[in-house]
């Protein structure tokens, strides 16, 4: 049995692939594969990006349960100046919903609310508010910084994003 490091990997490298065969007898074009997932990140879209996102993360299919202590562990990972980003992102876009980031704070229990100021617990709190109250904003800054996911080692998560893209990508041919 694979642990879930290697499972979560080979949903990864499957996904760069484009590999859907396990979903459909299709052949993989050459033109949707990808090296890794950093290529696939680079060579999609934002909007594509959103979409698959929008599919597999929703609080509906991954409790917040689960997915919290993922997030934990992807932002933790992350570079520091990639969690600003992260941050930052979350912000702006509850901003747009008329939440305060001062508010925020002190309601999630923040060091701060300067994005740049932030540890990754504050980060992955922020993180697991949006996913479970504004899924569309955790979906749209997904998509925006994708390198989080390549973080998430859940054989469950990664296997949903895996089935999902997998979906999204056949859809493509």
Same mark, same amino acid.
């Given at each position: &049995?694979?642990?879930?490091?290697? #499972? @979560?990997?080979? $949903? &990864?490298?499957? /996904?760069?692939?484009?590999?859907?065969?396990?979903?459909?007898?299709?052949?993989?074009?050459?033109?949707?594969? #990808? !090296?890794?997932?950093?290529?696939?990140? *680079?060579?999609? %879209? %934002?909007? !594509? @990006?959103? !979409? /698959?996102?929008?599919?597999? /993360?929703?609080?509906? @299919? +991954?409790? %917040?349960?689960?997915?919290?202590?993922?997030? *934990?562990?992807? +932002?933790? *990972? $992350?570079?520091?100046?990639? @969690?600003?980003?992260?941050?930052r992102a979350f912000f702006k876009h509850l901003k747009g919903r008329g939440l305060d980031d001062r508010h925020l704070e002190q309601q999630l229990g923040l060091s701060t609310h300067h994005p740049s100021r932030m540890s990754a617990d504050d980060v992955s709190k922020l993180a697991s508010f949006v996913y479970h109250n504004h899924p569309d904003i955790f979906h749209d800054v997904l998509a925006e910084q994708p390198g989080i996911i390549k973080f998430l080692s859940n054989p469950v998560v990664a296997g949903i994003i895996g089935i999902t893209a997998a979906k999204w990508l056949s859809g493509r041919k």
């Amino acid at each position: &049995m694979a642990s879930s490091e290697q #499972y @979560r990997r080979e $949903i &990864m490298k499957d /996904l760069a692939k484009g590999d859907v065969e396990s979903l459909d007898d299709s052949k993989n074009d050459s033109a949707t594969e #990808y !090296q890794n997932f950093d290529d696939f990140a *680079q060579r999609t %879209t %934002t909007d !594509q @990006r959103r !979409q /698959l996102f929008s599919r597999s /993360l929703h609080p509906d @299919r +991954i409790p %917040t349960s689960q997915l919290e202590p993922e997030l *934990q562990q992807a +932002i933790a *990972q $992350i570079k520091p100046n990639e @969690r600003d980003d992260v941050a930052r992102a979350f912000f702006k876009h509850l901003k747009g919903r008329g939440l305060d980031d001062r508010h925020l704070e002190q309601q999630l229990g923040l060091s701060t609310h300067h994005p740049s100021r932030m540890s990754a617990d504050d980060v992955s709190k922020l993180a697991s508010f949006v996913y479970h109250n504004h899924p569309d904003i955790f979906h749209d800054v997904l998509a925006e910084q994708p390198g989080i996911i390549k973080f998430l080692s859940n054989p469950v998560v990664a296997g949903i994003i895996g089935i999902t893209a997998a979906k999204w990508l056949s859809g493509r041919k």
